[in-house]
Each structure stands twice: as structure tokens, then as C-alpha cells.
């Protein structure tokens, strides 16, 4: 199994730009043609939210369009920049959203578990796992606890260091890796929200973050609790799951590095 990890896609108004730079769904065709370009195929797309950049419909019309090539299922969840009820509607067809609340499912890969997570604050930047979230999260695990299980979400389910990001964390993050302790086929949980790849130990098992498709923030450990941009390499992650369910996962730069020198 080959799962790509695609996060922050930030698809704004067609002609528009974000960040007053960035044609976000440039950057998402890129990502595309990148993913279309993987050997081995990977078997299923997971885009961790921030789909869009306003949560408006005709930037959901786009992110489709943008998507439609890519000839594996596309498992999507909400960030911040999203709107709940315009992604629910805009991916109803799909069939494996809920049809009210919270945009959280689980989902048989084969062998392997998703289980998505919803962080979303309406109309705020940081996230949350409420009560409610956390509850239907314990009770999903303990419903198949013996198969190998990836957990997706918007905002990382950690402290990164990078302060400006911090202010817009997640809350209930101490509850979630208390209930990771009590499940163990937790094997990684991917986030996105920080627009960097930050990796951490979370009750056993791997958490980590991934770059932007569109662009990065700047690497500012010094406590500065403002936010810059770069365009630094924006990435697809791969996780390589093999038959004994061996888990390892990669960074697979988009952009043009040149041929291949071959040196072995
Ligand atoms: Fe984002
Ligand atoms: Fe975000």
C-alpha cells in the first residue's frame, strides 16, 4: 500500500492570488502531475485540510477541477481555511462524508485503517477536539483494534516550536494522545496547518506535519509569534506500508531537480 499525503492547497478564487503571490492551484495542478508521475501508483490521496483558501464554493468548483486527474480515491478532511458545510457539499457525491456534524470518518483501505479527523473552529484559526470528537474518535478505535490504523488532521496534535504557529494550535491535544495510550494499532498521525515537515514521538506511535502544496513557513524557532512566508519546496508525502506492515514514511519533492545521475 502507497498512501500520497497532500495538505494546504490553499485553492483560491480562480485569477486570484494568496498571500498576494501565490496562485494556490498552481501549485495543486503541480502536485497532480506529481502524484500522477509516482511508481509504484499510490493507492489512495489523503489532503489534510486548508483545501480551499475562503471556504467559497466557486474555490471548491476549482479544487475538483484541479483534482479531477488523479485516478485514485481522494479522501479530504476540513482546516481553518475551510468552510464545513461548503466542503461537505462540494464532495457529497463521494459518499464518505457525514451528512451533518463534524466531517470525521473511517475508512477501510484494506489492511489499513484512515481514520480523519475534524479540528475545525468555525470561523477561528486554531483548532479543537471537543468532548463529542474525542468520544467518537475513542469508540472508532476501539471498534477495530487490531488493524493498522493512520489518523489524519488538520492541526498538528503537538507543540512545534515555531511560536507564531503555536498560537493557532489544537486544543484537546493532551485528551487525543491520551486516548492514542489506550490504541495501539495507532501507527502515524499526519497533520498539515504549520506549512513545514516537523516529526514527534505521540504515545508510541509517529506524528508529523508536511509542507504546503502551495507554500512554506519560514523556520523561526527564536519565539517570534509572527508568521512569514517562503517559497521554499513544496511536497507530497508518502507512506509505504509493505506486507508485514512495515510502515516508512517519505518526502517526495515537487519541482524540477534535473535527470537522475545514476552512480551505482
Ligand atoms: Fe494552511
Ligand atoms: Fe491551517
Redesign the pocket.
Known amino acids: 500500500m502507497l498512501l500520497a499525503h497532500i495538505t ?1 492547497l490553499h485553492v483560491g478564487m480562480p485569477g486570484s492570488r494568496i498571500f498576494h503571490e501565490f496562485q494556490s492551484h498552481r501549485g495543486l495542478e503541480e502536485a497532480v502531475v506529481h502524484i500522477q508521475k509516482i511508481e509504484p501508483t499510490p493507492d489512495v490521496v489523503v489532503a489534510t ?2 483545501l480551499v483558501d475562503r471556504g467559497h464554493p466557486v474555490e471548491y468548483e476549482l479544487l475538483r477541477q484541479v483534482l479531477s486527474p488523479l485516478s485514485q480515491p481522494v479522501y479530504v478532511i476540513p ?3 475551510d468552510s464545513r458545510e461548503h466542503l461537505r457539499a462540494a464532495f457529497a457525491d463521494d459518499g464518505y462524508l457525514p451528512k451533518e456534524g463534524f466531517l470525521h470518518y473511517a475508512i477501510d483501505l484494506g489492511g489499513v485503517r484512515l481514520i480523519a479527523l475534524d479540528t475545525v473552529v468555525s470561523g477561528k484559526p486554531h483548532g479543537k477536539l471537543c468532548h463529542e470528537r474525542l468520544r467518537w474518535l475513542d469508540e472508532t478505535l476501539s471498534g477495530q483494534p487490531e488493524v493498522p490504523t493512520l489518523i489524519a488532521m ?1 492541526h498538528p496534535p503537538f507543540v512545534t516550536g515555531l511560536r507564531g504557529s503555536d498560537l493557532m494550535g489544537l486544543s484537546g491535544r493532551h485528551e487525543f494522545e491520551e486516548i492514542l495510550k489506550d490504541h495501539r494499532q495507532v501507527e502515524h498521525v499526519i497533520a ?2 504549520v506549512h513545514r515537515p516537523i516529526t514527534r514521538r505521540l504515545a508510541g506511535c509517529v506524528a508529523s506535519t508536511l509542507p504546503s502544496t502551495t507554500t512554506q513557513l519560514v523556520l523561526d524557532l527564536t519565539g517570534n509569534p509572527g508568521i512569514a512566508i517562503r517559497a521554499e519546496p513544496p511536497c507530497v508525502g508518502l507512506h509505504f506500508i509493505n506486507e508485514n506492515v512495515e510502515w516508512v514514511s517519505h518526502l517526495s519533492f515537487i519541482g524540477d531537480y534535473g535527470e537522475a545521475i545514476v552512480v551505482a
Open positions: 494546504d485540510g486548508d482546516g481553518n481555511h488538520h498539515g496547518h
